[in-house]
């Protein structure tokens, strides 16, 4: 089975810009996770679907959004792009979410210049 | 005070040896899971836990619910066991990290 896939991997934008990053899933798996990685905050939890519908929220602005799509595929959104946004940007899919197994893909860096 | 605590921060080890990395949080969870990053970014689950204790190769996972407390074992380390190791709790509907123990493995 192929793994978790993102793209891109990697991304320069400038400040003000908008920024959408996908996610595709392991064939079969429902859930998907984002998470955002920086040096100074650690890892954090972003959002949660499962079915296209958004389970759960993690403490973010509204400046990120984020859907799935009917064949579990995901993207997630930032608009109004702040240097603070720079990140590692982590999915990662399992069968009904983080209350099980999940399975990262490689992340996404974004660079917010 | 960080609701997950993760000790010690930093671990040097020479191959072989035993290694132990804990977690404590504060919090009530559904579910304990032991994250491995190496350079680069890419994240491996290693384990999820909400009770007792899993084993798979070298990697040994335990969990104490009344005492919020989890350990994760490397027994026989060796220097491709250098990585991050995380630990992360699912509160409610959300899910919380630890600020991560880094392993280097000296051969």
């Known amino acids: 089975k192929a793994g978790v896939t993102q793209t891109p991997r990697y991304l320069i934008k400038t400040r003000g810009q908008q920024v959408t990053l996908s996610c595709s899933p392991i064939?079969?798996?429902?859930?998907v996770s984002w998470y955002q990685q920086t040096p100074g905050q650690g890892l954090q939890f972003l959002f949660e679907y499962f079915s296209e519908t958004q389970r759960n929220k993690g403490n973010f602005p509204g400046r990120f959004s984020g859907r799935q799509f009917s064949n579990s595929r995901s993207e997630m959104n930032v608009s109004t792009l702040e240097l603070g946004d720079s990140a590692l940007y982590l999915c990662a899919s399992g069968t009904s979410g983080s209350a099980n197994e999940q399975f990262f893909g490689p992340g996404t860096r974004l660079t917010v210049l | 005070k960080n609701e997950v605590e993760q000790s010690p921060q930093n671990l040097t080890a020479q191959e072989g040896e035993f290694i132990t990395i804990n977690c404590s949080y504060s919090?009530?969870?559904?579910?304990l899971h032991w994250l491995q990053q190496h350079p680069g970014g890419g994240i491996v689950s290693l384990f999820m836990l909400s009770s007792g204790k899993k084993k798979h190769g070298r990697l040994i996972a335990t969990i104490n619910i009344q005492e919020k407390h989890s350990s994760l074992h490397i027994t026989a380390s060796h220097p491709r066991d250098s990585a991050v190791y995380i630990c992360a709790v699912r509160v409610n509907n959300d899910m919380r990290f630890g600020a991560g123990t880094r392993l280097t493995v000296k051969p």
């Open positions: 064939s079969g798996h429902r859930s």
């Open positions: 919090v009530g969870i559904s579910a």
